[in-house]
T-cell receptor, first 113, second 112 residues
Framework: GESVGLHLPTLSVQEGDNSIINCAYS??????FIWYKQESGKGPQFIID?????DKRQGQRVTVLLNKTVKHLSLQIAATQPGDSAVYFC????????????FGGGTRLMVKP | NAGVTQTPKFQVLKTGQSMTLQCAQD?????MYWYRQDPGMGLRLIYY???????DKGEVPNGYNVSRLNKREFSLRLESAAPSQTSVYFC???????????FGSGTRLTVV
């Protein structure tokens, strides 16, 4: 079925390094994509989003890249900090499906001091 | 602080018991959602409400009912709880275009 998934289940990086978390999606009808950060025992926290008519969007220390040709999404975190340790999910929204978010399985980011 | 509030935070039920999970948002969002999250997995949509007075099934609606009480509140009911419903439940809200999608802190439900 149509789904959003992630290439890597875990990612371990050194503090101060850049992190790249990848996501593949299969539904070309998706309208936009969101990256969420989820810490243990908490709900998903919005990080950044990108519309399907964009290729790149930057926030504070984060950048999302969208490659529609290969249906690939990535989240880049600059100068990764211990507080960035969490599980990261990409999710897609299709407005013709009631704004339902379809989530991938998550990538755990571990930042080593 | 503005956001989505869920109650209770934790609940243990026996098989066959019923309960209602409460959710309220104060962001004046039209759309509200109930998701469940199983260990190590992403969230899956149970039900959603695009606006006050409407509700629709999501990906995994079986065993659940919902009520959109007013614009602020959206409740999820388990009529006869089963162990397969052990999960963490998240409520969320957004504007009609899906902007501002915000989640509550979750309800951890265990059915024994």
């Amino acid at each position: 079925g149509e789904s959003v998934g992630l290439h890597l289940p875990t990612l371990s990086v050194q503090e101060g390094d850049n992190s790249i978390i990848n996501c593949a999606y299969s539904n070309s009808a998706s309208d936009y994509f969101i990256w969420y950060k989820q810490e243990s025992g908490k709900g998903p926290q919005f990080i950044i989003d990108i519309r399907s008519n964009m290729d790149k969007r930057q926030g504070q220390r984060v950048t999302v890249l969208l490659n529609k040709t290969v249906k690939h999404l990535s989240l880049q975190i600059a100068a990764t900090q211990p507080g960035d340790s969490a599980v990261y999910f990409c999710a897609e929204i299709r407005h013709n499906a009631g704004n339902m978010l379809t989530f991938g399985g998550g990538t755990r980011l571990m930042v080593k001091p | 602080n503005a956001g989505v509030t869920q109650t209770p935070k934790f609940q243990v039920l026996k098989t066959g018991q019923s309960m209602t999970l409460q959710c309220a948002q104060d962001m004046n969002h039209n759309s509200m959602y109930w998701y469940r999250q199983d260990p190590g997995m992403g969230l899956r949509l149970i039900y959603y409400s695009a606006s006050e007075g409407t509700t629709d099934k999501g990906e995994v609606p079986n065993g659940y009912n919902v009520s959109r009480l007013n614009k602020r509140e959206f409740s999820l009911r388990l009529e006869s709880a089963a162990p397969s419903q052990t999960s963490v439940y998240f409520c969320a809200s957004s504007d009609p275009a899906g902007r501002g999608y915000t989640f509550g802190s979750g309800t951890r439900l265990t059915v024994v």
